[in-house]
């Protein structure tokens, strides 16, 4: 129960980032049972004011009802030197052998926002995990660009190579944007019929893939 938990406040840190500034959604998903929370990843391949259905890497069809007061953030790519000293980011990575950590995606937080702070599995591929935290240093190394990365509970040493996505997170995208053939990330609430319901949908520029 313990790493569904926390995976789901780690999806939800992405998703609910449209809520800055905004009069948060009553009860937001963050309130329901972990058990009841659900990551959906794929591509929209129909699209309504109330419901999407989305097709995932397996090919089965997931449809998603849309709270409504539902948002979107929107992922844009950025140059990795835009982190910096103070950002908070977001980013799967995969353990080495030494302690540190090899990042597969970067996801850069809007200003002032704090959420799923930790260091936790992740089910983007095997072996993954989650480093939601504060920049504490930059350097550039031969592997790429090398971050210290602190939460509460401790700090991880993260190596950000050349061909990671880096990408920064904004709110409050419009909703024409979700429509069939644009790919989407979202936790979804189990609903007592055993639907799902969400209000918040996340996107990459261009409706290209969001990278976690």
């Known amino acids: 129960m313990k790493r569904l938990a926390l995976l789901a406040v780690a999806g939800l840190a992405l998703a609910g980032a449209t809520a800055v500034a905004q009069t948060p959604p009553a009860p937001p998903p963050a309130q329901a049972p972990m058990s009841m929370l659900h990551i959906v990843r794929g591509v929209v391949a129909q699209a309504s004011d109330t419901a999407l259905v989305i097709t995932g890497k397996d090919g089965k069809a997931v449809t998603v009802k849309l709270a409504p007061n539902w948002m979107v953030a929107v992922l844009k790519p950025i140059p990795v030197d835009q982190i910096q000293v103070g ?126």
């Open 87 to 212: 950002s908070f980011i977001g980013t799967t990575e995969i353990p080495q052998a030494d302690g540190t950590g090899v990042s597969v995606e970067v996801h850069v937080f809007p200003p002032g926002v704090k959420m799923g702070e930790g260091h936790y599995p992740w089910d983007l591929q095997p072996g993954a995990m989650m480093t939601n935290g504060t920049v504490g240093t930059v350097a550039a190394v031969p592997g790429g660009r090398a971050l210290e990365v602190s939460y509460p509970s401790g700090e991880r040493h993260v190596v950000v190579p050349p061909n990671a996505p880096v990408v920064l997170i904004t709110p409050g995208g419009d909703r024409g944007l979700i429509k069939p053939g644009v790919s989407v990330f979202l936790v979804a609430q189990q609903t007592p019929d055993g639907g799902l319901i969400t209000n918040s949908i996340t996107t990459g520029e261009g409706g290209a893939p969001p990278p976690m």
